[in-house]
């Protein structure tokens, strides 16, 4: 525990430094920070998968969920009771005893049981149904509801309200789980930008550094004025800061993708500068699937969940509405030599009963009825307009995802005139044929539509990443049928 304590403390004070643009002596989480080969998008949402917190918490609260349908369950349990009295002291002497043993059924308000009784002494006349005869009753009997209570009652509405319950919980830990997923790749896409980014300005004070010696040699041999190399360190002082502003967003998005990217132990990893993945393909191969499935959203699965809640709560209340109309049935047998209850005990006994009880108001299941009724009207417009509303997210999303398309594709054409320039005007340079100002704004011209293009890139990687989030594409998000999220 102390351990995990201090690598939380490394992490925090890693983020501070970094946001102060301090040098951190060693990075937090760093071992398996350090090795392998290019950090793919598939490896942060594997990661982030199994040990994401916000993901184990929600599976926590769907364990709950199924405890407590447990404990529904529990309504229908076998109970056994037993029951013994005497007289201590008086005129009479009897002494019974009963154990009884009652089961609900599962598909009515009604129940079966079966008890045994035995009795000995004398009862006086006004208990005269307590004496068995010298081994006891056996008695079974049942009683089964005809009206209230026939298709639901308080115990089966409280199990199928638990049923849904563990669905919502379901719902909910896929909905944390996408936006934990959406996050990782947010942050993964983050950290790769900051990356290329990093690599686009070093390569620029590479150009820079590079022309250092060469323009030393000129002004040595008297071809150019000194204050060509004074000019020529400003702008390499330039790039540096360039560099230096880039390598601390990169070890900022670092941090915050350690978050997510977790080893074995669930501990975040600093990745270093090794691990970042080169080419088009570096944000990720994030394919959302164009087949969409409304209910395939949490938010509107659950939304359907709470409108099959209230209907269960509005059966109840309709329940409540009718008369109690139930049948009981009961065969009963004493066993043994006569007792001192006479003869009559012994043969064996059925008897039927019928019970009818009516409300004659009912107000509170009328009230009851009414509330959930406007609870159902409700529920029912939310669902239409969250329908409408992420039909409109997803067109939405998709114009965005075409548009970034266009975006990288005009951006790479500039880029590659911004290249061709850059490199037309170090050869003038070279050759005397152009000035220093300008060689220097055509490379730095370059390097802005390099850095536009990785923007582009980044762009539309994040709208496919929304795109599978609203979509609820488990399988872009890596969160398959396989893993304990479903």
């Not at 270093?272 to 938010?299: I, Q, S, V």
Request: charged share 30%; no cysteine.
């Amino acid at each position: 525990m102390r351990i995990r304590i201090g690598t939380g403390a490394l992490l925090i004070l890693a983020t501070v430094s970094v946001a102060n643009g301090q040098e951190v002596a060693s990075e937090p989480a760093a071992v398996a920070a350090q090795g392998g080969g290019p950090l793919t998008l598939d490896d942060v949402l594997r990661s982030s998968s199994r040990s994401a917190p916000d993901i184990i918490a929600a599976l926590a609260r769907k364990r709950q969920a199924q405890a407590r349908e447990m404990t529904a369950q529990g309504a229908f349990d076998t109970v056994f009771a037993v029951e013994g009295r005497t007289r201590a002291q008086g005129y009479y002497d009897g002494t019974e005893l009963a154990g009884k043993a009652e089961h609900p059924f599962m598909d009515n308000g009604g129940y079966v049981y079966g008890q045994y009784r035995v009795s000995r002494g004398d009862f006086p006349v006004y208990e005269d149904k307590a004496y068995t005869n010298r081994l006891g009753e056996v008695k079974v009997g049942a009683l089964y509801s005809l009206l209230r209570d026939r298709l639901i009652d308080a115990r089966r509405s409280q199990f199928r309200l638990a049923a849904n319950d563990i669905d919502i919980a379901r719902f909910e830990t896929k909905a944390t789980s996408i936006g934990v997923q959406i996050r990782a790749t947010d942050a993964f896409q983050k950290w790769v930008a900051a990356g290329l980014k990093l690599k686009a300005y070093q390569a620029l004070m590479a150009l820079a550094q590079d022309r250092t010696l060469g323009i030393r040699r000129q002004v040595q041999l008297g071809a150019k004025p000194d204050i060509l190399l004074i000019e020529n360190e400003a702008n390499l002082v330039k790039r540096e800061a360039m560099v230096v502003e880039a390598r601390q967003a990169f070890r900022a998005a670092a941090v915050s993708l350690s978050l997510y990217y977790r080893d074995e132990l669930g501990l975040p990893v600093v990745v270093d500068e090794g691990r970042l993945p080169d080419g088009a393909d570096a944000f990720g191969k994030l394919r959302a699937d164009p087949t969409f499935n409304l209910e395939g959203r949490p938010d509107f699965a659950i939304l359907l969940e709470e409108i099959d809640k209230a209907t269960v709560k509005l059966a109840l209340a309709r329940n409540d509405m009718k008369p109690r109309l139930d049948i009981t049935a009961e065969v009963a047998r004493d066993l043994g030599p006569e007792g001192p209850g006479g003869y009559s005990r012994t043969p064996l006994e059925a008897i039927v009963g019928l019970t009818f009880k009516v409300p004659l108001q009912n107000r509170k299941a009328r009230g009851k009825m009414a509330e959930t009724q406007a609870k159902i009207d409700e529920l029912t417009v939310k669902q239409r307009f969250l329908a409408e509303k992420i039909q409109a997210e997803v067109a939405s999303i998709g114009i965005e995802v075409e548009t970034a398309n266009q975006l990288v594709d005009t951006t790479e054409r500039e880029r590659a005139l911004a290249q061709r320039l850059a490199s037309a005007e170090r050869r003038r340079f070279e050759l005397g044929s152009s000035d220093f100002f300008l060689v220097n704004q055509r490379e730095e011209n370059a390097t802005s539509a390099e850095v536009k293009l990785i923007e582009a890139r980044a762009r539309i990687a994040a709208a496919r990443a929304e795109l599978a989030a609203a979509t609820a594409d488990e399988d872009a998000l890596g969160l398959d049928l396989q893993s304990p999220i479903g």
